[in-house]
């Protein structure tokens, strides 16, 4: 297993997407923070060039950042899937193969939010005004309650591309698992307590209320994320290890 | 009495209502290089696939050095070099990129691997250029390449000369048969153009239909295939002695019907036919028989086709 995470980690670290990707996060990020620093210079009235606002924007682009997750499962598991006849004719079960592959990527994610978390704290702290003592600690806060979110998120882009062959029906199939319930939940909510329970549970709930101060526990994004995880975790060991190269 | 390697039994697989194999049969022992025949959607790649788990078959039982039972067989598959239909790697990767990937995937101590697989192949100056702008040839030597890396016991190799110049396929060849005698290994290997078979195989595995037709030493085969010529005399044995005096360089064999038959002298028949007649022995044919492994195949198919 730790072979095969090993070579999964070079392979990772190898791959332009994911520079590229930060490279895109950092210069929205640094564009948003640049744009608020210049209109609080020049308008000495504008209430918005703060960290607050700038992180609660950060926060608030979460639903598209979780839409655009499909840049870290497909490193691994995209296009060049046939390789893996290679990896399962040296023995290795399609089982381990799929653990060790999920592994790298799921540490891959985490440094990659670790580091953009810290640049746009960096842009927060070294262009805008500090309006509110604890605006960092709540970003803090908030992005740690979404980590599972996104977890999720992760492992079922994973699951779907072990599976599937075109990224359009990977993401097509991910839009369709995380957001049509989410819209229909919230057309019947008025109607029934069970889909309101539904609706103000399910992961992309937490992601559209992220910039605001959260009304639920911090348990809850929590445990729904990890509920997310498993089941697709599970459903895609189960379908990749009937794979066949 | 060399012993067996890999064992299959029944082994049948079935894409949807395709029987891409049926009932197989087969054993492989240590050092054998085995040709597997057969035209495309014989089944030749599948049987492959089935063996290196790359797909399930869907009855049938394995056995590989004496493990059945399926963790044992994957420990086991450590020791086999595959090569199975075109060699899949990351385009955007050089060769050494490639196999250092598979190397650290596989546990091998050493990049040294590395550079000696590529240079066993001749590939080793191929420096950054990516896996994607290979030509078909040099992607079939990185794909040997990665089945050599591991040093293995047993090597499957699917058309493993496919898109090489003739100067390479002969290469590949000798690199085989050296792998074969100097380090046993065993291999099984499959190819379209026969007669690069018949110049290192020491087995032959004809498949048709996803069935194995029929299983040959090379010995048996070249006894089936050999150019002979074939006499039919009115006395075998006088016909015999005259033979056994006067070309004492030629075997041949008394067959039913007095018939002989006499493993060369294609180009002597005039002679023989002068020496028998002088020994008084009477001809009432004589004729120049034996085919190469191609033309056995397709009398073989032929065969089949009207059983």
């Known amino acids: 297993m730790l072979n095969l995470m090993k070579s999964e980690q070079y392979r990772f670290v190898r791959t332009r997407n994911y520079y590229f990707t930060g490279l895109l996060y950092t210069l929205l990020m640094a564009g948003a923070a640049v744009i608020l620093y210049v209109f609080q210079q020049s308008e000495p009235g504008f209430r918005y060039g703060n960290e607050r606002f700038f992180y609660s924007n950060v926060l608030a682009m979460m639903p598209v950042v979780f839409v655009l997750l499909f840049t870290f499962p497909l490193i691994l598991m995209g296009e060049h899937k046939q390789m893996l006849k290679n990896t399962a004719a040296y023995g290795f079960s399609r089982q381990r193969i799929y653990t060790a592959k999920l592994l790298v990527i799921l540490a891959g994610f985490l440094i990659f939010a670790l580091a953009l978390t810290g640049v746009s704290v960096l842009l927060g702290a070294s262009l805008l005004v500090r309006s509110h003592e604890h605006a960092l600690a709540e970003y803090s806060r908030s992005l740690v309650s979404v980590l599972p979110v996104m977890i999720a998120g992760i492992t079922t882009y994973y699951g779907l591309a072990a599976v599937m062959k075109k990224n359009t029906q990977i993401i097509t199939a991910y839009v369709l698992i995380y957001f049509l319930p989410h819209y229909v939940l919230n057309a019947l909510q008025s109607r029934f307590a069970w889909a309101e329970w539904l609706y103000s549970h399910n992961p992309v709930y937490y992601l559209f209320n992220l910039y605001n101060s959260p009304a639920y526990p911090a348990w809850e994004p929590w445990t729904s994320g990890a509920v997310y995880t498993l089941v697709f975790c599970g459903l895609g060991l189960y379908l990749f290890s009937k794979e066949e190269f | ?307």
């Not at chain 2, 009495?1 to 079935?14: N, P, Q, R, S, W």
């Not at chain 2, 049926?22 to 492989?28: C, G, R």
């Not at chain 2, 792998?179 to 065993?186: F, G, I, Q, S």
Request: aromatic share 6%; with cysteine.
């Open chain 2, 1 to 307: 009495m060399m012993h067996c390697i890999l064992e299959i039994e029944a082994l049948g697989k079935t894409y949807k209502d395709v029987h891409a194999l049926q009932d197989i049969q087969l054993s492989i022992a240590a050092g054998d290089i085995a040709a597997v025949i057969g035209k495309n959607g014989a089944g030749k790649t599948t049987l492959f696939k089935c063996i290196t788990e790359q797909v399930f078959p869907t009855s049938g039982t394995l056995t590989l050095y004496g493990k059945k039972d399926a963790a044992g067989i994957r420990q086991q598959r450590r020791t086999i070099g595959a090569m199975i239909e075109e060699p899949a790697f990351f385009p955007d990767f050089t060769a050494r990129q490639n196999l250092e990937y598979f190397r650290q995937q596989r546990g091998i101590a050493g990049k040294e691997a590395v550079d000696q697989a590529l240079r066993d192949v001749k590939l080793l100056d191929t420096g950054r250029k990516k896996f994607k702008d290979f030509s078909l040839g040099m992607k079939q030597r990185l794909g040997l390449a990665l089945a050599l890396m591991s040093h293995p016991a047993l090597l499957i190799l699917d058309e493993p000369t496919n898109g090489l110049d003739p100067e390479g396929k002969a290469e590949i060849r000798e690199l085989l048969k050296n792998l074969n005698a100097v380090k046993k290994v065993t291999i099984l290997i499959s190819s379209h153009v026969l007669s690069e078979l018949q110049s290192v195989a020491t087995r032959y595995i004809f498949m048709d239909r996803g069935r194995i037709v029929e299983q040959l030493t090379a010995e048996e085969l070249l006894d089936k295939t050999r150019r002979a010529v074939e006499l039919t005399v009115d006395d075998s044995g006088k016909a015999a002695t005259v033979l056994e005096q006067q070309f004492p360089d030629i075997p041949f064999r008394i067959l039913p019907g007095n018939r002989i038959r006499l493993s060369g002298g294609t180009d002597r028949t005039e002679q023989l036919n002068r020496a028998l007649y002088s020994g008084g022995v009477g001809v009432r044919s004589i004729a120049v028989t034996g085919e190469d492994l191609e033309e056995y195949y397709l009398g073989l198919l032929g065969g089949e086709r009207h059983a």
